[in-house]
């Protein structure tokens, strides 16, 4: 059973930092998952945030988080994580993990879902 579990939002001030993490357990180090974060904030659709593949090789960043926001795995931990810099009050979502087997930049894309992690940027 595939479980993806987030951790590490909260509250920031504008300008500030946080770090979200992504454990991952039951998915096959045998698979080549892409794995990535997406946000949603309230009355706007779900998007993909960063990716990566499964070996860790980064391979998408939306163009409003490049140069302030890191995804990187540890695969010894099974672990996802996206560094999150110079936050603004437009960061403010609710951010999810996601595994897919087929790479892709929609959510429909994406076949397994961590349960989602409050960001909440002040201004």
């Known amino acids: 059973q595939v479980q993806l579990v987030e951790s590490g939002g909260g509250l920031v001030q504008a300008g500030g930092s946080l770090k979200l993490s992504c454990a991952a357990s039951g998915l096959s180090r045998s698979s080549t998952y892409f794995m990535g974060w997406f946000r949603q904030a309230p009355g706007k659709e779900r998007e993909l945030v960063a990716a990566v593949t499964w070996s860790g090789v980064t391979i998408y960043y939306k163009d409003s988080v490049k140069g302030r926001f890191t995804i990187s795995r540890d695969n010894d931990k099974n672990t996802m994580y996206l560094q999150m810099n110079s936050l603004k009050p437009e960061d403010t979502a609710v951010y999810y993990c996601?595994?897919?087997?087929?790479?892709?930049?929609?959510?429909?894309?994406?076949?397994?879902w961590g349960q989602g992690t409050q960001v909440t940027v002040s201004s």
């Open positions: 996601a595994a897919a087997a087929t790479w892709g930049i929609v959510s429909t894309s994406y076949d397994y």
